[in-house]
């Protein structure tokens, strides 16, 4: 079925912050390195120069670090933590966020490949400055950018992918980096919801973001240059996978996509196990779980669950049982 991960810390105030990595966790970062260097376009690495500029070189020492950990080239860390913007149609992701007594709660499944190695090397990554924690990331060590956070100010922020005509904007700023910022220095779920709309991107993407109370619940469905909201009615659950539901009708169906072929199929059976959920009842994390890794939800290729209760500060994070052999 599932198993949990463990955690690790990661000084950002210390020039030796990467390098306590647990050695069974360089080794599995490595091999995801190299296999992501092997999907990269082969222009890719020239890209990290024009980028550090773009994002002001402020996350260059850390990439410098991490080379530094797992002995790889310092661009192609760089590189590799822009890669959605690069792959964008080949991750998918099914997402959901539901109203309980206890505040709101965030579950999701993130597939991509190659799952195996994601699987493998997956940990809750706590970063944190003068010993306290700042963000949480449900990811990898060795990971700057962010898929899928959790703010200690109140919010978490996950990433689905998606597709638009509007294709890559060279003058957006990579998703992965903006999500980044935004677990990292938004102030309140306010604030997130304005960087996450505003912001130019390089690609298009559907952010869920999720505060400490109920009504903090909504999708940002993102073009590089156009947003809409999508809010929750009341106390329904709030769904994302791989299609637009404001920008656009879902037509995943015809794109010919593996993922984005079962995107309305997946909407609408995560819809179903929770469509008479209120915000009265309580609800265990095995029985999200049970829900991400039903035939009609999960993936060949999901790597990851994980939950997300903002209120509490808490983030757990599986792999399925399966791809850890």
């Known amino acids: 079925m599932w198993q949990e991960c463990g955690a690790v810390e990661i000084a950002l105030d210390r020039q030796d912050g990467f390098a306590h990595i647990p050695e069974d966790a360089v080794i599995e970062v490595k091999r995801l390195l190299a296999d992501v260097q092997a999907n990269l376009p082969s222009t890719a690495l ?3 120069g024009p980028l550090h500029l773009r994002t002001m070189g402020i996350f260059r020492r850390e990439a410098l670090q991490i080379a530094n950990v797992v002995g790889a080239d310092p661009s192609l860390v760089f590189i590799a933590n822009l890669i959605y913007d690069f792959i964008v149609s080949q991750m998918g992701c099914s997402t959901i966020a539901l109203a309980t007594p206890d505040g709101p709660i965030l579950a999701r499944n993130m597939d991509f490949f190659p799952q195996e190695l994601l699987a493998r090397s997956s940990r809750v990554v706590k970063y944190t400055r003068r010993g306290v924690v700042q963000f949480t990331q449900a990811g990898w060590p060795g990971a700057i950018g962010t898929v899928s956070g959790l703010s200690e100010r109140g919010f978490a922020v996950v990433l689905n992918a998606v597709a638009s005509k509007e294709g890559m904007n060279r003058l957006g700023y990579p998703v992965l980096l903006h999500l980044r910022r935004v677990v990292e220095q938004a102030q309140d779920f306010d604030q997130a919801l304005r960087w996450l709309s505003e912001a130019r991107l390089m690609m298009s993407a559907l952010f869920t973001l999720v505060g ?10 993102r073009t590089p240059t156009q947003h809409q909201l999508r ?3 009341l106390d329904e659950p709030l769904v994302t996978t791989n299609d637009y539901r404001l920008l656009g ?4 169906a015809r794109t010919g996509d593996q993922l984005a072929s079962t995107s309305c199929s997946r ?12 915000s009265q009842q309580t609800i265990e994390d095995a029985q999200l779980l049970y829900a991400l890794t039903d035939p009609s939800v999960i993936q060949n290729i999901t790597a990851q669950h994980m939950i997300f209760r903002p209120r509490q500060r808490t983030v757990r994070l599986f792999v399925p049982t399966r791809l850890m052999h």
């Open 231 to 233: 809010w929750p009615v």
């Open 249 to 252: 009708k879902c037509q995943a």
């Open 267 to 278: 909407f609408e059976a995560l819809s179903g196990f929770f469509e008479n959920h209120n």
């Open 212 to 221: 400490s109370d109920n009504q903090q619940r909504v999708v940002i469905e």
């Open 46 to 48: 020239r890209l990290a």
